[in-house]
């Protein structure tokens, strides 16, 4: 069993920044991506950033230019660092760890923009 556990949400004015750290129990270069994922209230789950083993990102169109995803193999921790944050950035986000057709998911975290 794996465990993700996000942490680094919290309250912040437009235009300010986060960073999010997510911390596996297990090595994270064992997982072919891992990615960062995020939920609005009544919306989809959405992928935010992801990043593969061999170090390839990803990001949605919305936080291109804005977030940035990386990983600390010996800490078994994957960061994404958001700057420039928009109310419509609000949402609960979401550590996700990809092992072949698995995914493993975090808890969560609760990320505010206030404008």
């Known amino acids: 069993q794996v465990q993700l556990v996000e942490s680094g949400g919290g309250l912040v004015q437009a235009g300010g920044s986060l960073r999010l750290s997510c911390v596996a129990s297990?090595?994270?270069?064992?997982?072919?991506?891992m990615g960062w994922y995020r939920q609005a209230p009544g919306k989809q789950r959405e992928l935010v950033a992801a990043?593969?083993?061999?170090?390839?990102?990803n990001y949605a169109d919305s936080v291109k230019g804005r977030f940035t995803i990386s990983r600390d193999n010996a800490k078994n921790m994957v960061y994404l660092q958001m700057n420039s944050l928009k109310p419509e950035d609000t949402a609960v986000y979401y550590c996700?760890?990809?092992?072949?057709?698995?995914?493993?998911w975090g808890q969560g975290t609760q990320v505010t923009v206030s404008s």
């Open positions: 990043i593969t083993s061999g170090v390839i990102t």
């Open positions: 297990r090595n994270i270069f064992s997982f072919n991506s």
């Open positions: 996700a760890a990809d092992a072949g057709s698995f995914r493993y």
